[in-house]
């Protein structure tokens, strides 16, 4: 026989034990690192966008509009009052949520109020995800329960009237359905606008869209697809629920009119955007946009 083969194969008690000894540090080892390697993995998952994620936001990254601490980056506007201005702290943040509450309100009044983020925005996809909670602002018009928005291509804050209610812009219209009935969310609401739907202009001021009821305090998600003055879609649950075309500002209306001068014709572009106060209290937890080629 081989000497190498009998060396390998006659071995002595201390070297098998040597062995084993061996064996046992490479296992150890062995385990160690596989945990280090799941522990590194665990917590990336919390930092870093999963490889689905990353796929499905390959065009482009999610800008976190709302930071979660406070309300830098965003201007309130409320009837009656100044841009800047914040009456009743009708808009704040409270446990990481953009909230709107009326809780130093006596009545509400028709102080419409909205808050504009700072940056003005053309080619985007806009994700929020937003609730209804509690009872209605006292005084609150009976359309406005459970109603709120965001508004889309708007007019700047600055160039609102100290008394305007509205600004001209689109509104995707966030609505929470009553115990019985059918009240479709992310639907469209038009002031001081119009827009094109199957080549024809639509005047009137809302649109229902084809969504389902959403009621109860739970959270629902809405996506907005805006394509400048081309293209707009509205998206809930990963299906399209409206779409139209050719967003444009409305010349029967004078301050609209006088935009449409000012900006250099009516057609929309893209503009501000902003959240709505309605007096029914709304909360949002994210308010994200990703910036799409022209």
Known sequence: MHPFLTRSTHRTPR??????????????????????????????????????????????????????????????????????????NTFRVEGGLLKVGYDQYEKFDEKFGHLFYNEPFSHYRLRVEYRFVGEQCPGGPGWAIRN???????????????????????????????????????????????????????????????????????????????RGGKVIRHVVDGETVLEYNEPQLDERDAHAKALAAKNGGKLLEGGTISLQSESHPVEFRKVELMKLDD
């Open 15 to 88: 070297a098998i034990s040597m062995n084993r000894r061996t064996i046992r540090h490479i296992a150890s080892a062995a385990v160690m690192l596989s945990l280090s390697m799941y522990v590194a993995s665990s917590m990336g998952s919390d930092d870093e966008p999963s490889a689905s994620s990353a796929k499905s936001d390959a065009k482009g990254e999610w800008i976190q509009l709302f930071n979660g601490k406070n309300l830098d980056g965003w201007t309130p506007k409320i009837r009656h009052a100044k841009a800047g201005e914040n009456p009743g």
């Open 148 to 226: 709120s928005g965001v508004m889309i291509h708007g007019e700047k804050p600055e160039d609102m009237t100290v008394d305007q209610d509205f600004p001209a812009s689109i509104e995707v219209q966030l609505l929470g359905g009553a115990k019985t009935g059918e009240r479709p969310t992310a639907n469209l609401c038009t002031p001081g606008t119009n827009v094109v739907m199957d080549g024809k202009l639509v005047t009137r001021h809302c649109t229902s869209s084809t969504s389902k009821t959403y009621r109860g305090e739970g959270w629902v998600t809405v996506e907005i697809e805006a």
